[in-house]
Structure formats: structure tokens, C-alpha cells
T-cell receptor, first 114, second 115 residues
Framework: AQSVTQLGSHVSVSEGALVLLRCNYSSSVPPYLFWYVQYPNQGLQLLLKYTSAATLVKGINGFEAEFKKSETSFHLTKPSAHMSDAAEYFCAVSESDSWGKLQFGAGTQVVVTP | EAQVTQNPRYLITVTGKKLTVTCSQNMNHEYMSWYRQDPGLGLRQIYYSMNVEVTDKGDVPEGYKVSRKEKRNFPLILESPSPNQTSLYFC??????????????FGPGTRLLVL
């Protein structure tokens, strides 16, 4: 069975500082991993996904994530936070043999301070 | 514009009064799914459908029904809503594939309050 743990339900970062959101997964088969972002009063939008090609994945809005199998992690980073990055971020895992079955983490709310 | 639409966006109802939340996608996707989002729990899958007339339970199907009579539509039905179904609901769709790598596209959400 697959599961996702996001460390920290709330993260506060200063504008211009590094954004680091942590995600650890468990999966019995090779996983596919996703980061989604949810802006206030909107649906979820895909930031990036890992599908067993490159372990360092670049996404939209300057975000990237690195798949580390040995650590079962898929942490999301952005070098310099912008006010527009304030949102809720969800990590999700899907197993290679379970088409469409996405398991989401609990989410991390990001606040960006001037 | 490629999109997933949901209606209504906001709904207040009373316990036991049947309701339907509609979901429609214009991307010709085979796969559609319903999630509910609750604080601290992330998104949990209610039901999903891999194609017309093919549906299956997700993680929290109790109290919900779905149908998939047309490819583009996937309505969520609450036959007798209860207050514990107060939540934010999302519909999603994705193209077909042989693995779990397909990106899911989400609707804007429906906020439901059951009194």
C-alpha cells in the first residue's frame, strides 16, 4: 500500500528565502510522485511529477524536486520565495500498477512574509 | 479551453435532502475521479471511473454514489447527506494510460455544508 507523509502543516518563509517542503512516501512498487499546488479558492494544479526518468525534476514557477529512493523522499524546493508562492502544497504518490490511484499527503500551507 | 467544471461551486443543504454535484470535462479523458478535502487530511478519493459504465470505490465511498453514462460527465450523488459530509469536493480527470503516471486535472471545487 502507498502512503505519503508531509512534514510540517505550516511553513513560513521570507520573501527571497529558500522554500523547502518535505515529502516522504512508502510504496511497495516503483512509485510515481507528484507535487500539486492549491491557490486560495482554486482547484489543484500540477507543479511537477517524477515518472522514473531524471531524479531531479523541474516544474513550473521555479520549483524543483529530487527523488531519492534510498531516503524514500521527494522534497520540493525553490531557491527564492515570491509572495505569489503563498498557497497550499500537496505531495501525492501513485504506484506503477495502480492506474489513477493517487494517495495525497495532508498538505503544507506556505506563508510568505515580506 | 481545456478544463474540468463543477456545479454548483457552493451548496448549503439540510440532512437527508438528496443532492447531485455535477462534473464535466472537455478533454476526452477516460479517467475521472472524485475527492473530498478536509483540513489536516489532504484529499481522499471517494470514487473513480476508468471509462463509461466502469466505476469503483476509492478510500471513502460510504454515503456517496456515482454514475458514468457519458464520457465527459461524472456526477456525484449524495442520496441522504449528513453533517459529516460537509467538505470541499474536487472532481479530476486524466487521460488513459497503463500506469499511474498520468497527470490528473482538477476542477475548481464544490464547497458543501450539510446542516
Amino acid at each position: 500500500a502507498q502512503s505519503v507523509t508531509q512534514l510540517g502543516s505550516h511553513v513560513s518563509v521570507s520573501e527571497g528565502a529558500l522554500v523547502l517542503l518535505r515529502c516522504n512516501y512508502s510504496s511497495s512498487v516503483p512509485p510515481y510522485l507528484f507535487w500539486y499546488v492549491q491557490y486560495p479558492n482554486q482547484g489543484l494544479q500540477l507543479l511537477l511529477k517524477y515518472t522514473s526518468a531524471a531524479t531531479l525534476v523541474k516544474g513550473i514557477n521555479g520549483f524543483e524536486a529530487e527523488f531519492k529512493k534510498s531516503e524514500t523522499s521527494f522534497h520540493l524546493t525553490k531557491p527564492s520565495a515570491h509572495m505569489s508562492d503563498a498557497a497550499e502544497y500537496f505531495c501525492a504518490v501513485s504506484e506503477s500498477d495502480s492506474w489513477g490511484k493517487l494517495q495525497f499527503g495532508a498538505g503544507t500551507q506556505v506563508v510568505v512574509t515580506p | 479551453e481545456a478544463q474540468v467544471t463543477q456545479n454548483p461551486r457552493y451548496l448549503i443543504t439540510v440532512t437527508g435532502k438528496k443532492l447531485t454535484v455535477t462534473c464535466s470535462q472537455n478533454m476526452n479523458h477516460e479517467y475521472m475521479s472524485w475527492y473530498r478535502q478536509d483540513p489536516g487530511l489532504g484529499l481522499r478519493q471517494i470514487y473513480y471511473s476508468m471509462n463509461v459504465e466502469v466505476t469503483d470505490k476509492g478510500d471513502v465511498p460510504e454515503g456517496y454514489k456515482v454514475s458514468r453514462k457519458e464520457k465527459r460527465n461524472f456526477p456525484l450523488i449524495l442520496e441522504s447527506p449528513s453533517p459529516n459530509q460537509t467538505s470541499l469536493y474536487f472532481c479530476a480527470s486524466s487521460a488513459s494510460g497503463t500506469s499511474g503516471s498520468m497527470t490528473q486535472y482538477f476542477g475548481p471545487g464544490t464547497r458543501l455544508l450539510v446542516l
